[in-house]
């Protein structure tokens, strides 16, 4: 691993995931579709990981689409709520499934054979901000290679139980 101007060590692996959403987006989004069709056949009892890491289906309805739009994310945990990052693995742009979370009247997570609805709060708090992002890096590191490689800031929302 090698170290930014920040200091950061770059994981290998979010180094890949960092190139892969950016320069090779239609094989990373085949990818995760792939995933949450697996996931969900499976009952929430397969493919529960990625990269050893512990993974959740966030079940949002597409802003312009009306349609569902289930997307595969890391799953950290914050006490009982569960924290979200729209990292987009370092791209430029912000992903598609933190817009349609903000405008889906009652997304849902699934983990494992459980499903609930969520209610969604956006931190806009600097110290809370940081408090979560620690949370995040701690439950997956790669966070913090997307946060070195990226110009933007990560938006990041708490999801509790509705």
């Known amino acids: 691993m090698s170290a930014n101007s920040s200091g950061t060590e770059l994981s290998l692996s979010g180094r890949f995931n960092h190139y892969s959403s950016t320069y090779l987006a239609p094989v990373a989004h085949f990818y995760a579709r792939l995933h949450s069709r697996l996931y969900t056949r499976f009952g929430g009892t397969r493919f529960t990981t990625l990269q050893g890491k512990p993974v959740f289906r966030l079940l949002v309805t597409g802003r312009k689409s009306g349609e569902p739009r289930p997307v595969m994310l890391m799953l950290v945990r914050d006490g009982d709520d569960v924290l979200v990052c729209g990292s987009n693995g370092g791209h430029p742009g912000i992903p598609n499934w933190w817009h349609n ?61 509705a």
């Open 101 to 161: 979370l903000l405008a889906t009247a009652e997304p849902q997570v699934q983990i494992g054979r459980d499903t609930w609805a969520v209610q969604v709060r956006v931190v806009t708090d600097d110290a809370e901000y940081e408090k979560h992002w620690r949370t995040l890096v701690a439950g997956y590191p790669d966070f913090a290679t997307y946060r070195a490689l990226s110009t933007r800031t990560f938006p990041i929302a708490v999801l509790s139980r």
